[in-house]
Structures are given as C-alpha cells and as structure tokens.
C-alpha cells in the first residue's frame, strides 16, 4: 500500500512508519518537526527507496495537496497532533490549531485528492483518525469505554482531539468521504518522548533524580504497547468500515503508582549497577506531588468490536511490553540522551500557574 502518515516522526507515528515501511509498505513520513519530532526515530527504514520524507505543517494546504498529488496514496493515518496533556493545561492554543484545524485541513485535502480518484483508486481510498479514549472523559471505579459512550472531554488536549473526530465524522456524512476514527488508550514502548510518564520515570531513576507522583498515585490507566497500536492501525485500514469507530486498548488497566513500582522493579533486575549509592531500590525515589488540574481518575478501553469485527489480538501483555521498552532505554541513549540534554529534561509541567 501507499500509505501517507503524518507525525511519523513523533512516538506512535514513527512506530508506524517503521514497521510498515518494512512490512513494504511505500511510505511518505509528513512532520512539521515540533520539538516532539524525532527524526531519529525512523532511521532505521530511511534509507529505503520507499521510504520519503516532507516537511511539512498538516495546516499547510498548498503542501498537503502538492504532496498527495506526487505520492498518490491509497490511505492516510493522521497522527500528526499537539499531544501532551500538561501542554496543553499551559498553552491550549497550539492544541487548537494543530489538532483542530490541522485535522480539518488534512481532511479537506484528502477529499479534494479523493474526489479526482476513479474506480479501484477510489473505492480502496481511507483516511484514519487517530485518537485517544481521553475524549470520553473520566470512569468511576466500574464500566469501559465503548464506541458508543458520549464525548466529555475534560482538558484542553481531548477536547482538540475531539473536535478532529466530530470533523471526521463530518466528512464522512456530509461527502460520502471514507474517514474512520480509532480510540486507543495510553501507549508505551520505544522512542516514546521523555516528558511521558513511563519514559520519564525510568530515565529520572536512572539519573537518581525523584520520581514524580501527581497526587496519590490512584489515577488509572488502561496501557498498549505501541506495535499492538500500530497493528490495531492496519487492520482498520484494510479492514474496517468507513465511517465507524473503533476502540483500541489492551485490557491492562494499573494505578500510576503501580506503573511506576514495576518499572523501579525491572530497573531493579535489568540495571542494579546503575542505582544511586545508598538506594535499596529505585522506588526509594518516588515523591508524591500536587494533582494535575482536571485529572480525569480511569480510563478503561472495551476493544470488543475490534477483536470480533476484524480479528485484532494484542501480542504484549504489560509485564512483556515493560520489560520490552525498559531494555530499549538502557540499550539506546543515542536516542534519548541529546532530547533530556537539549529539548526537555524532566522539569514539571502543566501545573494551570503559568496561563
Ligand atoms: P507525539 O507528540 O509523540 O508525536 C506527534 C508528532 O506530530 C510529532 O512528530 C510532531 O512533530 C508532529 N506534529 C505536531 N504538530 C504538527 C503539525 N501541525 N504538522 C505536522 N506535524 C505535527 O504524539 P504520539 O504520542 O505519537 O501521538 C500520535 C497521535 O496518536 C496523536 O494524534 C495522539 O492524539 C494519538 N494518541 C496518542 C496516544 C498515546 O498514548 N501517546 C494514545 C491514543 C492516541
């Protein structure tokens, strides 16, 4: 397939661009590069012929459509986002912009291009959406997200996100345009961002610094490994039904406080040698500090329709992806050590004082 992806340069988009780039997909990469783009991240299929890379603003319609009328593809997976929660409690503009207007300059590209496709070309057409379960807002202790749990989205980051779902929505009603939505929870894994949880943690432990805990540690989240997202991904693409939505998640529900004492476990086991003198574990580090404003309590995603309707299975469970991602870090601070030097080095963010 050709397949246009944009923020392959970012953490779930670069996840796609490599493995469908060497599952011989043709590929073209379209990222604006903000300073959550990595283009390090995919070199290990940037030398492929069929790998391609634009620079590029998904708000930029000259670009977009020039872009799409040279590569032609067959699909587009829209990753390209502002997607930093704490971001986007202290600049919720950018958020707006990029997410909002991005997503609905992409689409309306995409059905300029889709509109002078004939036959096959045509009828294969899809646009995804990628976006995340936050848009359904906060679960009390019982129950799961399903496709058809009304939108609350609670902070400045789900509500730009679900503005970009109702647009493709929108287009898909309103022009007959082939768009569907995913809805995933929390990803982890590789080249994952070092302002995220999982990412900062291991690297703040590894450096000896504290561990931070927003609030008591009980907020919950439902974690996928990035590849099963990425997966998850294709088979919508080939499988499923315009117009639909679809909800990804990997059934691996843990407290942060739970999330943080296995990776300070595994740290344990993999990089005792590493450890601050003094320290009996890496948990010695964590520190509990004030909540993040609005801190929804559970997400909890029901991937059913997706397991029955087109055959989706994760392949890691949490302790096997950790265990995974946790290797990763050790083995590649290549990767992340110039991002902690340069771009961000584990300051906190998103406290609402600076808006
Ligand atoms: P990320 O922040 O790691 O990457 C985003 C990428 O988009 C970066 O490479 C950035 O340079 C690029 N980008 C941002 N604004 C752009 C613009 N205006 N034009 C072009 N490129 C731009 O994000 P991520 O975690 O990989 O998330 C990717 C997508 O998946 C987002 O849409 C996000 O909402 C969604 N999602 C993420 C998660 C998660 O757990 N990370 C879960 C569900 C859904």
Redesign the pocket.
């Known amino acids: 397939m050709r397949l246009a992806i944009?923020?392959?340069?970012?953490?779930?988009?670069s996840a796609a661009v490599r493995l469908l780039a060497k599952d011989g997909n043709a590929v073209l990469n379209?990222?604006?590069?903000?300073y959550?783009?990595c283009i390090e991240s995919v070199k290990e299929v940037s030398a492929l012929p069929s790998y391609s890379f634009l620079h590029?603003?998904?708000?930029d319609a000259a670009a977009i459509s020039k872009a799409f009328e040279e590569f032609r593809p067959d699909a587009v997976m829209h990753?390209?986002?502002?997607?930093?929660v704490d971001r986007s409690i202290d600049g919720p503009m950018e958020f707006v912009?990029?997410n909002v207007l991005?997503t609905a300059n992409m689409l309306n590209c995409s059905l300029d291009y889709w509109r002078k496709l004939e036959g096959e070309a045509k009828s294969r057409f899809r646009f995804l959406q990628?976006?995340?379960?936050e848009v359904y807002g906060s679960l009390g202790p019982e129950g799961l997200f399903s496709e058809s749990t009304p939108y609350d989205p609670r902070s400045p980051y789900s509500a730009s996100?679900a503005a970009g779902d109702h647009l493709a929505k929108a287009w898909f009603h309103t022009y007959g345009f082939p768009a569907f939505v995913t809805n995933?929870?929390?990803?982890y894994g590789p080249y994952h961002?070092p302002e995220?949880l999982i990412p900062l943690v291991t690297l703040n432990a590894l450096d000896g610094k504290p561990l931070p805990i927003y609030g008591k540690g009980d907020n919950i989240r439902d974690w996928l490994f990035v590849e099963d997202h990425v997966r998850a991904l294709k088979l919508v693409i080939d499988k499923g039904q315009p117009g639909e939505t679809y909800n990804v998640g990997g059934s691996n529900e843990r407290t942060n406080l739970e999330v943080v004492q296995t990776i300070c476990a595994t740290l344990d086991e993999l990089a005792p040698e590493r450890r601050k003198a003094g320290l009996k574990s890496y948990a010695d580090l964590i520190t509990f500090v004030p909540d993040r404003p609005g801190h929804d309590q559970r997400y909890a995603i029901d991937a059913g329709k997706l397991k029955r309707e087109l055959g989706w299975q994760p392949q890691e469970d949490f302790e096997s992806g950790i265990r995974k991602t946790i290797k990763w870090y050790l083995e590649n601070a290549w990767w992340w050590q110039p991002i902690r030097e340069r771009k961000y080095s584990g300051q906190r963010l998103g406290s609402g004082a600076s808006k």
Do not use: P, Q
């Open positions: 944009t923020g392959g340069a970012g953490f779930i988009g379209i990222d604006k590069l903000t959550a783009g590029a603003d998904v708000c990753l390209a986002a502002e997607s930093h912009r990029s991005g990628i976006s995340t379960d996100k995933c929870s929390n990803n961002f995220k």
